[in-house]
């Protein structure tokens, strides 16, 4: 499964890229906005220190508006991946984008309806938001299954599901046991994947025992 990160914060961004483990990041206009930068400067960077797909989302709600949006999006970089809501303007958006070889994200699916349409579209990735569903006690989780589910009968559907609101490492977990594709996940949580009281309990056992046998390796 890939690992994109969700955000817009670039030293955040930088950090957990030198993992090695970043595959992509998405960034929505409520992060941008956090940020406090230009949308262009902000996508720049985060598109130069990370190679993989970096989606970046129109603000217009025409179709029209979204294209020209969009082309100034993609010009950008090249690993920019248009980001479109999923609505019926952002679909003829994501259609038209798909046919000119432009990387497509339709953000804001809550349905598997509306995942078959965006695949249908031509979407390089659809983003489910399991998070939100779970706020208003609907299953999330369920609809991931549900997607792929669907994406598997038609295997001509190229598109990606990106499991997206990510909240907790649960949902990380559950989205790679269903096979998920993608799952874009804010800082903490991908930092809170790494720990275990048990890994910080071993080592601080080994080190103790190291240091009391007076040996050093290098
Ligand atoms: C996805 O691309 C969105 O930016 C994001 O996952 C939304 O998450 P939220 O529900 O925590 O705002």
Redesign the pocket.
Known sequence: MKFFV?TADTAEIKALAATGLLDGV???P??VAKSGRGMADVIAEICRLVPGPV?AEVAATDTEGMLREARLLAAIAPNVTV?VPMTEAGLAACRALSLQGVMT?V?LCFSAGQALLAAKAGASFV?P?V??LDDIGADGMGLIAEILEIYRNYPALKTEV?V????HPGHVITAARLGAHVA?V?PGVLRQLFVHPLTEKGLAVFLADWAKGGQSIG
């Not at 997206?164 to 909240?167: C, G, P, Y």
């Open positions: 969700d998405t960034t929505n409520s992060l989606s980001k994200n953000t983003s938001f998070g939100r990106l997206a609101s990510v909240r874009t804010p």
